[in-house]
Nanobody
Framework: QVQLVESGGGLVQAGGSLRLSCVAN????????MGWYRQAPGKERLLVAR???????DYADSVKGRFTISRDNAKKTVYLQMNGLKPEDTAVYYC???????WGQGTQVTVSS
């Protein structure tokens, strides 16, 4: 069984930065793909960024150049550094691990204008 625990969300002004963390509790991490998704009120959950076990990355067009995903296999942690935040980045951010399709409980990010 794998559990994902996110942290690092909060309230920030437009232009500010936050770093989200997701710790994977369980026996697997190094060979898994990790991703960050977000869901705004009344909208579907969408991919923000993902990283393969080999280090390959993929970003949503809306966050390219502002957000960076990284991982520390020794700590079983994946990070999302978010810079230049905009009000439209406001959402609940979820961590996801595949294969197995595990999700964290989410962390709220609110960006004020």
């Amino acid at each position: 069984q794998v559990q994902l625990v996110e942290s690092g969300g909060g309230l920030v002004q437009a232009g500010g930065s936050l770093r989200l963390s997701c710790v994977a509790n369980g026996n697997i991490f190094r060979f898994n793909n990790m991703g960050w998704y977000r869901q705004a009120p009344g909208k579907e959950r969408l991919l923000v960024a993902r990283m393969t076990s080999g280090g390959g990355t993929d970003y949503a067009d809306s966050v390219k150049g502002r957000f960076t995903i990284s991982r520390d296999n020794a700590k079983k942690t994946v990070y999302l550094q978010m810079n230049g935040l905009k009000p439209e980045d406001t959402a609940v951010y979820y961590c996801r691990l595949t294969p197995g399709d595990y999700w964290g409980q989410g962390t709220q990010v609110t960006v004020s204008s």
